[in-house]
């Protein structure tokens, strides 16, 4: 079945750059998205990747994606102690209508 | 002022209670979602709307109910079949269900 894998934590210093990582299994997915989850708070959108994209950049943030091994990333430049949150990538499962998330990598940026 | 609201922010309830949490947009968005998250886990989907009068079960939809009879709202009911309710309730919507979806801001749902 359909699953999405992302390590637990990753912890930085302010101003290094951040590579969050994330493998997913269906092949068939059209579109790959990242949130972002602060304390206590809802997801907010942060970027989302074509399928048939393999990279995409959006002033701090960018999203490489590698279809062959099933393998996307994200990367934070210049990491702030703002960018501190859960970070989730997600799949659209191939009908629509349906996320698979993976668990969230806890980014912790320390000054 | 655009956006998806959910309430209350936060819901206590009771053992045999029902309780509903509240979802409603003003995007003139067609499709909605409830999720559900757990501490140190993704979100896993309860219930989705395509489209007014019409819902599907998600992945975890035993103890939930749902209606949609507006467009805007999309209320989720926690019945006392759900032995485990405690989480964190996400609202999500998106303009059709092929497109990407928004979240509200949640609602955290403690049993006494």
């Known amino acids: 079945g359909e699953d999405v894998e992302q390590s637990l934590f990753l912890s930085v210093r302010e101003g290094d750059s951040s590579v969050i990582n994330c493998t997913y299994t269906?092949?068939?997915?059209?579109?790959l998205y990242w949130y972002k989850q602060e304390p206590g708070a809802g997801l907010q959108l942060l970027t989302y990747?074509?399928?048939?994209?393999d990279m995409k950049q959006d002033q701090r943030l960018t999203v490489l994606l590698n279809k062959k091994d099933k393998h996307l990333s994200l990367r934070i430049a210049d990491t702030q102690t703002g960018d501190s949150a859960i970070y989730f990538c997600?799949?659209?499962?191939?009908?629509?209508?349906?996320?698979?998330f993976g668990q969230g990598t806890e980014l912790s940026v320390k000054p | 002022d655009g956006g998806i609201t959910q309430s209350p922010k936060y819901l206590f309830r009771k053992e045999g209670q029902n309780v509903t949490l509240s979802c409603e947009q003003n995007l003139n968005h067609d499709a909605m979602y409830w999720y559900r998250q757990d501490p140190g886990q993704g979100l896993r989907l309860i219930y989705y709307?395509?489209?007014?009068?019409?819902?599907q079960k998600g992945d975890i939809a035993e103890g939930y109910s749902v209606s949609r009879e507006k467009k805007e709202s999309f209320p989720l009911t926690v019945t006392s079949a759900q032995k485990n309710p405690t989480a964190f309730y996400l609202c999500?919507?998106?303009?059709?269900?092929?497109?990407?979806?928004?979240f509200g801001p949640g609602t955290r749902l403690l049993v006494l």
């Open positions: 269906d092949s068939s997915s059209t579109y």
């Open positions: 990747i074509f399928s048939n994209m």
């Open positions: 999500a919507s998106s303009l059709t269900k092929w497109e990407t979806q928004y």
């Open positions: 709307s395509q489209i007014v009068n019409d819902f």
């Open positions: 997600a799949e659209s499962y191939n009908q629509g209508g349906k996320l698979i």
